[in-house]
């Protein structure tokens, strides 16, 4: 049954994130964008991690993903714009990079002995995370959020129109 | 260490924090004469992290639990990035280009810029890694289309941040093969766990470092990832350009040396002279195909080019690759012939950057063939332009030749890696031609004149500054190769 819906969550993943890309609307995309996102919500949980998917759901989906459509809606013309390039004469190329990309890392996954963890279901993950954040991780937190600050800062500059 | 005490360690960053939010406030707050004040601001900003830095207690030791490093090595690089950011936040309002643009908030993404260099000079953990490589990247696509109405500023930004979104992508792949072995993101962690990975797990160890060179190759321009370079610092704002081209490269080579040399050493000490790479990896022979490549293209394409700018970016990627030849050893000897190389080549190719802004500013051009009879215009900007030439040639009695002198060493004293040395030779004999191209039609084309051309005394002062240490360590180097020897001090406890 697991097995079974682990198979189910990650199709649906791939099979999202594949019309992510193909999709020639933008809008189109950013729909097929919440598929993904669940998706990998279900990942976590599959992990025993559930805080982490319900902090992808509550802030990819609900947050992230209505400012993306709420962007593209509000920018003009390019709601109704066509993705699509023609130009594109290394694809044969590319797809057999890719090709080949694809099934060298994928054998690798199955050759590799990856570091195993220990396999103990903790009871909450919530007081987990926050330890970490609050001693190990603190450094790591305050630093994401000083990249954040100028990325924020960063957008605003460049999208800011200068006449006064 | 525990993150409270952590913090008596950590103040030169802690002011550059406070720095950031203090130039965002004056920028809100101020109402006229803002970019002089910001100015300001930022200088007395950087003096005081300069000597929070200088009052800092020499120890080795690591801080916020195991995530950053605080040893003479780090202080090191510190130093660099202190000295390429003053000169740059000190030319830019003396540079024509930034007119009409708002300088103020220039200036706060230098300083943000700067804060993750020092992170990444410092980090011994892949999450800091990623987070300080991303902090000067995204800073950097910013400053690169700060001219937001010259459609070439634009377009370097956007190149830019496509090939940086593309490079960090793929070395998150290659940290995230490195943690899912280790199951640690501490380097030290990880390299306790590579050192005895079972003969299996080679190949992935190998797909692994070559992910994570994409990244690191990319922050020094190394051949193959370094498309980007030319058309980024051909539209970027001169400035920048220098910027770019030192700071963020110094720091490349500080993080990569160290992360990779002791994630992938054989002991993960990487205060002993030897170094050997974890059973399995041909980490040596890797380095040297892309040291000899990144030389030989950024060589072959500088040659030709005929804009001064691009001609540099060029040669700046065949910089790279000479220090990545002595990085193939990677003992004690190389790491101090590359640190030799990068304090000397923030002096040379700041200093000959700074001069094509003097010239930009005056005359508003940047083909090399409008250059013609500038020794005779300006010889007190001609002649360091010269010396910074001849220093990046490599010729004596110039600091330049020292540099090369100790990286090329490195390499004939190890022995085996002598095609690489004779390949860094002829390299350094073809970029004689494109840099020697400058200086003949500088002084030899074109007739003398009385007319002598002045510019900004800040700016003459900057560039006849710069030229002091070029010609000073091509002469007597001990005190900086002293300075470096006893920046060979790493922290290498795990926690």
Same mark, same amino acid.
């Given at each position: ?51 982490? $998917? ?20 509000? #920018?003009?013309?390019?709601?109704? $714009?066509?993705?699509?390039? #023609? ?20 054998s690798l996954?199955f050759r590799t002995p990856w570091h ?10 919530? #007081? ?6 609050? #001693? ?7 630093? $994401? ?20 | ?31 006229? *004469? ?36 605080? *040893?003479?090595?780090? =202080?090191?690089? !510190? ?23 708002? =300088? ?54 956007? !190149? ?10 793929? +070395? ?7 943690? &899912?072995m280790a ?10 766990a590579l050192v005895v990975l079972p003969e299996k797990a080679h190949l992935t160890l190998a797909v692994a470092l ?38 963020? !490269? ?14 992938f050493?054989s ?5 002993? &002279?030897?170094?050997?790479p974890v059973p399995g990896l041909a980490f ?109 040639? %490599? ?28 390949? %860094? ?14 200086? !003949? ?17 800040? +700016? ?36």
């Amino acid at each position: 049954m697991a097995e079974f819906g682990f198979t189910g969550i990650a199709a649906l993943v791939i099979a999202s994130s594949f019309w992510v890309v193909t999709a020639r609307n933008l809008v189109h995309a950013a729909v097929a964008l919440m598929g993904t996102l669940f998706g990998v919500a279900g990942l976590y949980v599959y992990l025993y991690a559930d805080f982490l $998917a319900a902090t992808q759901v509550i802030i990819y989906v609900g947050g992230i993903l209505v400012l993306i459509i709420f962007g593209v809606m509000l #920018t003009q013309r390019i709601s109704s $714009a066509v993705l699509l390039q #023609t130009h594109m004469p290394n694809r044969p190329l590319a797809g057999v990079v890719v090709f080949f990309l694809f099934m060298g890392l994928t054998s690798l996954l199955f050759r590799t002995p990856w570091h195993e963890g220990e396999q103990v279901m903790p009871e909450s993950t919530v #007081t987990i995370i926050g330890t970490s954040l609050l #001693t190990k991780y603190l450094l790591h937190f305050e630093v $994401a959020s000083v990249l954040l600050l100028v990325a924020l800062l960063g957008a605003a500059y460049l999208s800011r129109r200068e006449d006064g | 260490m525990s993150n409270f005490d952590s913090l008596a360690y950590f103040l030169p960053e802690l002011a550059l924090t406070v720095l950031i939010v203090s130039l965002v406030l004056a920028s809100v707050l101020l109402k006229s *004469d803002r970019d002089r004040i910001v100015w300001i601001i930022s200088l007395a900003g950087l003096a005081v992290t300069a000597v929070l830095l200088a009052i800092q207690p020499a120890t080795d030791q690591s801080i916020f639990m195991g995530a950053l490093a605080v *040893d003479p090595y780090s =202080r090191f690089f !510190k130093w660099i990035f202190l000295v390429a950011t003053a000169v740059i936040i000190i030319a830019s309002p003396y540079t024509k280009q930034l007119d009409g643009s708002q =300088r103020h908030e220039y200036y706060l993404f230098l300083i943000a810029v700067m804060f993750g260099l020092f992170l990444m000079a410092s980090s011994l953990d892949l999450i800091i890694v990623y987070l300080s490589i991303e902090i000067v990247s995204i800073g950097s696509f910013i400053l690169a289309g700060f001219l937001k109405d010259d459609p070439r500023s634009n377009e370097s930004s956007l !190149k830019y941040v496509i090939y940086g979104a593309l490079s960090s992508g793929v +070395m998150l792949y290659g940290l995230s093969l490195l943690f &899912g072995m280790a199951g640690s993101t501490n380097v030290f962690e990880v390299q306790a766990a590579l050192v005895v990975l079972p003969e299996k797990a080679h190949l992935t160890l190998a797909v692994a470092l070559l992910l994570i060179l994409v990244g690191f190759g990319y922050k020094i321009s190394m051949v193959p990832f370094h498309f980007w370079t030319p058309d980024v610092y051909e539209g970027a704002p001169t400035t920048i350009t220098a910027y770019l081209s030192v700071a963020p !490269k110094a720091a490349g080579f500080a993080l990569a040396l160290r992360i990779l040399g002791t994630a992938f050493g054989s002991t993960g000490d990487l205060n002993i &002279g030897d170094w050997s790479p974890v059973p399995g990896l041909a980490f040596g022979s890797v380095i040297a195909i892309f040291a000899a490549l990144t030389m030989t293209v950024g060589n072959f394409l500088a040659i030709q080019q005929n804009s001064v700018k691009r001609l540099l970016a060029y040669s700046s990627i065949a910089h790279a690759g000479y220090m990545l030849m002595a990085a193939v050893i990677l003992n004690g000897q190389a790491f101090g012939a590359i640190m030799f190389y990068l304090a000397i080549y923030l002096c040379m190719n700041l200093g000959a950057f700074l001069v094509t802004i003097f010239v930009h500013n005056r005359f508003g051009y940047d083909e090399i063939d409008d250059w013609k009879g500038f020794g005779f215009q300006a010889p007190l900007i001609a002649v360091p332009m010269g010396i910074f030439l001849f220093s990046l040639t %490599g010729l004596p009695p110039t600091a330049g030749f020292i540099g090369k002198v100790y990286l090329f060493s490195v390499l004939i004293e190890a022995g085996q890696y002598w095609w690489l040395a004779l390949v %860094g030779i002829l390299n350094s004999v073809v970029s004689l031609y494109y840099y020697a191209r400058i200086i !003949k039609v500088m002084f030899l084309d074109g007739e003398p004149t009385d007319e002598t051309v002045t510019g900004h005394p800040v +700016m003459t002062g900057l560039i006849l500054m710069l030229t002091v240490p070029v010609l000073l360590f091509g002469i007597y180097w001990t005190p900086l190769m002293g300075a470096v020897q006893s920046s060979l001090k790493f922290f290498t406890q795990g926690m």
